[in-house]
């Protein structure tokens, strides 16, 4: 059993998790049957997780929605998707390994998937870029989605990036004009394009496979203009401060959900999506599909309008002391 990652408010969750290990090795060496007490102390462990992720702040989720257990893309692709043929490069500069994507099958419809890849031990963070893309990887990702266009095939992608990599190469490639080439584009694109936050959703490195006719968000996953520390770093001019930061954002599913920038928040097992990623992809399959079923009838102008009209929509709001000055 590979060992779990806890996370410093998950430490009393920790404790009896240690506790019911002991226990169990100690049933396989001894005579003495404690199973019956082993089963009390793994309900108690539930409860106990329930209880904890029932009451997350902010800055609590986005810790989970980092959290290096968590399934990445190329985790949903095995569990979700069939058939999945990954295609490589930009055919302008190089292939960035921080984005994947390639032709897939789902429940038997043939599509497009794509999305970030922040890579497991330290050799592939490093090869993948912590997720983070350069331009090369937006344009590749914008070559896949046009390649699905021409064979009419739906697209899905899969957002988890802390942000764009902001480094000088990738500024000297036009990284602002990659992000705003692709939001452009995904905005016309003639097939359905559902989206995903499985992750974190930093930034305009998010919103360049973003655009989409449905998105989703993982329970505990977050998304917003800007990280934490980054906005605490501006604010405050301390990154000590993330936590506020992580609070007066509004990064979470159910945040979004509210205001209505995301469609459909899916749900996570007990403890996070890390806990049980088998159940997790069982329960992204269904929301995933449900929301194909929303889109794959319309014809592509509607699809285009209908995404037209959504990002217009974005930022309305009411000034409720204008209204009550003018009553």
Not at 77 to 88: A, Q
Not at 273 to 289: E, G, T, V, Y
């Amino acid at each position: 059993m590979a060992k779990k990652t806890f996370l410093d408010f998950e430490q009393p969750i920790a404790e009896l998790e240690t506790k019911i290990e002991e226990l169990r090795y100690v049933q396989t060496e001894s005579a003495v049957d404690i199973s019956e007490e082993i089963e009390q102390l793994s309900k108690k462990s539930q409860q106990l997780t329930k209880d904890i992720y029932s009451n997350l702040t902010p800055w609590q989720v986005t810790k989970i929605a980092r959290h290096s257990d968590r399934p990445y893309t190329l985790d949903y692709v095995r569990d979700v998707f069939t058939h999945f043929v990954e295609l490589h490069g930009d055919r302008h500069f190089s292939d960035d390994l921080s984005i994947v994507g390639g032709l897939a099958r789902f429940n038997g419809q043939p599509c497009m998937v794509l999305g970030h890849q922040k890579g497991r031990d330290t050799k592939e963070r490093t090869a993948r870029n912590f997720g983070m893309t350069r331009p090369e990887g937006y344009r590749k990702a914008l070559r896949l989605m046009k390649l699905a266009e021409k064979f009419k095939l739906p697209v899905f992608t899969f957002v988890d990036t802390p942000g764009a990599f902001p480094g000088i190469d990738a500024e000297e490639r036009s990284q602002s004009e990659a992000i705003g080439r692709n939001i452009f584009e995904m905005a016309q694109l003639e097939v359905p394009i559902i989206s995903t936050i499985i992750g974190e959703g930093g930034s305009g490195g998010a919103l360049a496979i973003a655009v989409a006719d449905q998105v989703l968000m993982l329970q505990y996953s977050v998304y917003s203009v800007i990280s934490p520390e980054g906005c605490a770093s501006i604010l405050w001019k301390t990154s000590e401060r993330a936590s506020d930061a992580a609070e007066a954002l509004g990064i979470t599913a159910h945040r979004l959900k509210a205001l209505g920038l995301v469609d459909k928040i899916v749900n996570e097992p007990v403890g996070g999506a890390h806990r049980d990623p088998k159940q997790m992809a069982s329960f992204l399959k269904r929301a995933l599909n449900d929301a194909y079923r929303q889109v794959a009838d319309l014809k592509p102008k509607e699809l285009v309008e209908r995404r037209y009209a959504r990002i217009n929509s974005y930022g309305r709001f009411s000034d409720t002391k204008a209204d009550s000055r003018k009553a």
